[in-house]
């Protein structure tokens, strides 16, 4: 069946950067754009961009241009999600989607001095 | 950017009564290819949300039929014909024709 599996917590202080895996199987990995969305504590969902596993184009709102970075690794069925500057207002829970369809469990990201 | 208006955001409701989710959006998401990009999602206390509706009213595999989604244009609707205890959760529309945007979530509470 259909799985994404993210990589674990983190914890970051202000300024870092982060980047969180998202690793598929069960599917035909280049046929599924997978999606970044994130939740803040107690509040709702924020679409942070797409990436073409095939071809690695990717698409993301103004709100994160600039210091988000989706990659991905065919090699090993992988996607990855890279934010930069981080500030405190970045501590949430991120998810990986492909297609909007199949979710990972969701990675806790703690931005703490 | 398209915004994205649930209402109510909290929807106390009766096992095995209706209940009934409204969502707006701030401009048409009738697409050119004549497909409405407008999707809901489920996020049930402590999990990953999961997609119930996409394209206004097509049920994603394993969804009960009790869930329904209605509407055209900027208006939408999400109804459950009876409630049920795993019902509980929080509900969020989402267009898909300028990137994505979700609505701010109805909780739905017995």
């Known amino acids: 069946q259909v799985r994404l599996v993210q990589s674990g917590a983190e914890v970051k202080k202000p300024g870092a950067s982060v980047r969180v895996s998202c690793k598929t199987s069960?599917?035909?990995?280049?046929?599924?754009?997978v999606h970044w969305v994130r939740q803040g504590p107690d509040q709702g969902l924020v679409w942070m961009g797409w990436?073409?596993?095939?071809?690695?184009?990717?698409n993301y709102p103004q709100k994160f241009q600039g210091r988000v970075t989706m990659t991905r690794d065919t090699s090993i069925n992988t996607v990855y999600m890279e934010l930069t500057r981080l500030t405190s207002d970045d501590s949430a829970v991120y998810f990986c989607?492909?297609?909007?369809?199949?979710w990972g469990q969701g990675t806790l990201v703690t931005v703490s001095s | 950017d398209v915004v994205m208006t649930q209402s109510p955001l909290s929807l106390p409701v009766t096992l095995g009564q209706p209940a009934s989710i409204s969502c707006r959006s701030s401009?048409?998401?009738?697409?050119?290819?004549?497909?409405?990009?407008l999707n809901w999602f489920q996020q049930r206390p402590g999990q990953s949300p999961r997609r119930l509706i996409y394209q206004v009213s097509n049920r994603d595999p394993g969804v009960p039929d009790r869930f329904s989604g209605s509407g055209a244009g900027t208006d939408f609707r999400l109804e459950i014909s009876r409630v049920e205890a795993e019902d509980v959760a929080i509900y969020y529309c989402?267009?898909?024709?300028?990137?994505?945007?979700f609505g701010q979530g109805t909780k739905l509470e017995i």
């Open positions: 990436v073409n596993p095939d071809s690695g184009d990717t």
């Open positions: 989607a492909a297609r909007l369809t199949y």
């Open positions: 069960g599917y035909t990995f280049a046929n599924y754009y």
């Open positions: 401009q048409s998401l009738l697409y050119s290819d004549g497909i409405t990009y």
């Open positions: 989402m267009q898909g024709i300028q990137g994505y945007t």
